[in-house]
């Protein structure tokens, strides 16, 4: 299912059989009873989850933890998201599931009872086996018997696991039909898990240790099924015990990121230093290690080369040690490489863009078309032309005519009527407005697909404007009468201001510079334009706001605790913090001359953030930089109350 269709429409609801284990390590299991799926949370992320108990959908939730302040980091609440969908934690209201069966799993043990037993087993055979040397297979009997002994502990082992796992009160299923699966060992307390993992272990050593003592070339399939089992990676067993004992464990929602944007070299930075502050990590170094050289021991006990004695170390030893440290510092050097890589190529891409529009912006003066079809795709790609039904979309791009002006071109002065109305093919136009005190400042950019020659419509509070090319320009140009007539008639003065001068100026800064266009065009929509006085307050220190502010022209000063702390000015925004933190403003920001700003009420600015996560996710990195923490997850004291 699309992502955005999972973080916005859709809506969901708990699964109806969900059941979930005391937190170990500071995460604990849900698992969806039926359809035999877990997800590892924190009991944090579980209060987000629990809003679900009723038929939601994900903005609703994400309202609502911000109101009730238990908000996690963004990214981390959408990965929640993604992954409690994908687990089936969260399901679709009465849609209807298939069950997986259990095994009828018949023997159950009491793991107390047989702990000290399987360690007991486990280290008398892993002694044994180390201490007696075992040898190779002379004869196809020694090998079929040495195969036949491993295949048996293994299936023995496995089959005290499940009994194990049935008599701490988990449940066996099948493994693609005749094996067996233990993955509901996951809701088990961290004892019983790591002696769930070690039975197998134990088996096969036991039946190694037991071989090279009583039968040294039968010992060599045991064995090597021993090293395979006690391998350091790919989901090894000595590793599930390890990672058992964490004092400190990693949800699902923080690492193996499916959220797009949390695929980013940050967030596996961030991954990396969780890792290496963690002891279990240095522990499975360590083991992988000492396996490695147990690797080696056991090689040159097969072999005719003996790891007992002093020379074998003094001419191996130091190249498994080189090979120990030099697979760790491979492995290092092709994550900083693939990182690099990764950085580099985004870099790349951004550059080419820009370096590719400046180009045909300066340069490419014969790479337009501009016949009628080229025309009317120009009105179809601009905001505000494809608003008209399709047959005024056919009689505009009929009107329209190719002209061209050089950079630095003054289009039109305030002092004189507008004449025409031009579509932006190719090129970049300021908008310049006169201030009382007789100064023309730069309000706008307008930039390909927009359109010139309206603003006095779209504002008629101060309709007087100066338009002036910045780059050699190619217009799409008609009549003003004919604009009126085609356009200006058949749309709305709101729709107008909304697509003449808030969309233009939105996507211009940096906060919506990474929307898509359809969010810039709902946060138009959503805003409307509030004129201030100067020295009037928009935002009082101490005191609840109920709107988000974007600077749309002029400047404001901020001041805190008496000092002016710094300026506001255009396409700065603020008030964001205590929106979503629920919180008194922190500061008091005061209009100066001119001061205009674009204002969204409090319940439509949540409504928005919530449905266009690259909205929040912007706004919870600008604003976390502002206060120096995270805005999420709140803390005791970062907020004050109302």
């Excluded at 008639?489 to 800064?509: D, E, H, M, W, Y």
Aim: charged share 20%.
């Amino acid at each position: 299912m699309e992502i955005n269709l999972i973080l916005t429409a859709k809506t969901w609801q708990l699964a109806s059989q969900l059941e979930r284990t005391k937190p170990f390590g500071g995460v604990l299991i849900v698992k969806n009873v039926p359809e035999r799926t877990y997800l590892a949370i924190t009991p944090n992320q579980w209060q987000v989850l629990a809003r679900f108990s009723e038929a939601r959908t994900v903005p609703q939730v994400l309202e609502a933890v911000i109101n009730d302040r238990i908000c996690p980091a963004l990214g981390e609440f959408y990965e929640l998201m993604l992954k409690a969908v994908k687990a089936r934690i969260i399901v679709a209201p009465g849609q209807t599931v298939v069950a997986v069966p259990a095994v009828n799993w018949m023997v159950a043990l009491k793991p107390a009872r047989l702990r000290f037993a399987l360690w007991l087993l486990f280290a008398a055979g892993l002694s044994c086996t180390i201490a007696l040397r075992p040898a190779l297979p002379t004869t196809l009997l020694d090998y079929a018997a040495s195969f036949g002994s491993m295949v048996l502990a293994v299936a023995v082992g496995i089959s005290i696991s499940a009994s194990l796992l049935r008599g701490a009160g988990g449940e066996v299923y099948s493994f693609r039909r005749w094996f067996i699966g233990l993955t509901d060992a996951r809701m088990l307390a961290p004892p019983d898990q790591r002696l769930v993992a070690l039975a197998p272990l134990a088996i096969l050593a036991a039946t190694t240790g037991f071989l090279t003592w009583h039968r040294q070339e039968w010992s060599l399939f045991p064995l090597a099924g021993l090293l395979v089992m006690l391998r350091p990676i790919f989901r090894g067993r000595v590793s599930k015990i390890i990672r058992a004992m964490a004092s400190r464990r990693l949800s699902d929602a923080e690492h193996k990121f499916t959220f797009p944007p949390n695929r980013t070299p940050r967030a596996r930075w961030k991954v990396l230093r969780a890792g290496l502050r963690n002891s279990t990590t240095w522990l499975e170094i360590g083991y992988g290690t000492i396996w490695t050289l147990a690797l080696g021991y056991f090689f040159g006990v097969l072999t005719d080369v003996p790891p007992w004695e002093i020379a074998f170390w003094r001419t191996q030893g130091p190249m498994l040690g080189m090979g120990v440290a030099g697979s760790l510092l491979l492995l290092g050097v092709i994550y900083l490489i693939a990182e690099f890589y990764l950085f580099a190529t985004e870099r790349a891409l951004a550059h080419r863009n820009a370096l590719g529009l400046w180009y045909r912006r300066w340069f490419g003066r014969a790479g337009h078309l501009t016949d009628e079809s080229a025309r009317l795709r120009a009105v179809l790609r601009s905001p505000l032309l494809r608003m008209l039904p399709p047959a005024g979309q056919r009689a505009v791009a009929k009107a329209l005519r190719p002209v061209r002006f050089g950079a630095w071109k003054v289009l039109h002065s305030p002092e004189e009527p507008v004449t025409h109305v031009s579509l932006i093919l190719s090129g970049k136009v300021g908008v310049y407005r006169k201030l009382r005190t007789g100064r023309r400042v730069l309000v706008q950019v307008l930039c390909e697909d927009e359109i010139v020659g309206l603003h006095s419509v779209a504002d008629r509070e101060f309709p007087a404007f100066l338009y002036r090319t910045l780059t050699p320009v190619l217009f799409l140009r008609m009549d003003r009468s004919v604009a009126d007539e085609l356009v200006v008639s058949q749309i709305g003065a709101q729709a107008l201001t909304n697509q003449v001068q808030k969309l233009p100026f939105l996507s211009r800064i940096g906060l919506c510079e990474n929307w898509h266009i359809q969010a810039i065009q709902r946060c138009a929509e959503l805003s409307r334009i509030v004129n201030y006085k100067e020295n009037d307050v928009i935002l009082q220190n101490g005191f609840y706001s109920d709107s988000f502010f974007i600077m749309f022209e002029g400047e404001a000063r901020i001041a805190s605790r008496g000092k002016v702390r710094g300026t506001i000015r255009g396409g700065d925004f603020f008030g964001e913090i205590g929106l979503l933190q629920n919180s008194n403003a922190t500061a008091q920001v005061t209009a100066g001359p001119g001061t205009r700003c674009l204002c969204i009420p409090r319940r439509e600015f949540l409504r928005f953030v919530g449905h266009n996560y690259t909205v929040a996710l912007e706004l919870e990195r600008v604003s976390s930089a502002r206060l120096g923490y995270p805005i999420f997850p709140l803390t005791h004291g970062n907020f004050q109350t109302l």
